[in-house]
T-cell receptor
Framework: AQKVTQAQTEISVVEKEDVTLDCVYETRDTTYYLFWYKQPPSGELVFLIRRNSFDEQNEISGRYSWNFQKSTSSFNFTITASQVVDSAVYFCALRPSGGSYIPTFGRGTSLIVHP | SAVISQKPSRDICQRGTSLTIQCQVDSQVTMMFWYRQQPGQSLTLIATANQGSEATYESGFVIDKFPISRPNLTFSTLTVSNMSPEDSSIYLC???????????FGPGTRLLVL
């Protein structure tokens, strides 16, 4: 069975602050994918990143960075110098790289960035 | 990634009626997925739709309530039948990329049932 835990239900920050969204997962699969999606108030689910389980290199994309640590089963997401447009619900997801193609989603973290 | 559109984007419906949601993809895809997101909740998979075969429903979802069509490789519909207020949700269509690694989502349909 797979499980994704996003313990932070809601985070509130002031613009320009850095913020980290936590994601902890459980799986018995040896190879798997991890994802982050962003859901702004409009409702669309926007794909942000996919990480393969054998690639533990951290990734940076502009103000976004991801820290994948297999030893702690975590895949955390940091937004540097947050902006109001970053306000959204962020979902972490997990799926095995073979077999079932259905991702397991966490419950989401609502990020509110105040001006 | 594929470009996915959904119609309608939102609707307000009366209980007991049915609504059909359309999902159009700009490229041919083997599998299409329908998800439900109830208010303040995460995503729940309703069913997987393959072209040319009946949809596969997840536990808790049945064809009579959520009939799905998949007439070709770029289009699918989900009908929410005999609606009740509990069906108020965002309904999302999704497809996999060609490598079968990542699911991409449509803009969603916001449904409110009164």
């Amino acid at each position: 069975a797979q499980k994704v835990t996003q313990a932070q239900t809601e985070i509130s920050v002031v613009e320009k602050e850095d913020v980290t969204l936590d994601c902890v997962y459980e799986t018995r699969d040896t190879t798997y994918y991890l994802f982050w999606y962003k859901q702004p108030p409009s409702g669309e689910l926007v794909f942000l990143i996919r990480r393969n389980s054998f690639d533990e290199q951290n990734e940076i994309s502009g103000r976004y960075s991801w820290n994948f640590q297999k030893s702690t089963s975590s895949f955390n997401f940091t937004i540097t110098a947050s902006q109001v447009v970053d306000s959204a619900v962020y979902f972490c997801a997990l799926r095995p790289s073979g077999g079932s193609y259905i991702p397991t989603f966490g419950r989401g973290t609502s990020l509110i960035v105040h001006p | 990634s594929a470009v996915i559109s959904q119609k309608p984007s939102r609707d307000i419906c009366q209980r007991g009626t049915s609504l059909t949601i359309q999902c159009q993809v700009d490229s041919q895809v083997t599998m299409m997925f329908w998800y439900r997101q109830q208010p303040g909740q995460s995503l729940t998979l309703i069913a997987t739709a393959n072209q040319g075969s009946e949809a596969t429903y997840e536990s808790g979802f049945v064809i009579d309530k959520f009939p799905i069509s998949r007439p070709n490789l770029t289009f699918s519909t989900l009908t929410v039948s005999n609606m009740s207020p509990e069906d108020s949700s965002i309904y999302l269509c999704s497809v996999e990329d060609q490598a079968g690694e990542t699911q991409y989502f449509g803009p969603g349909t916001r449904l409110l049932v009164l």
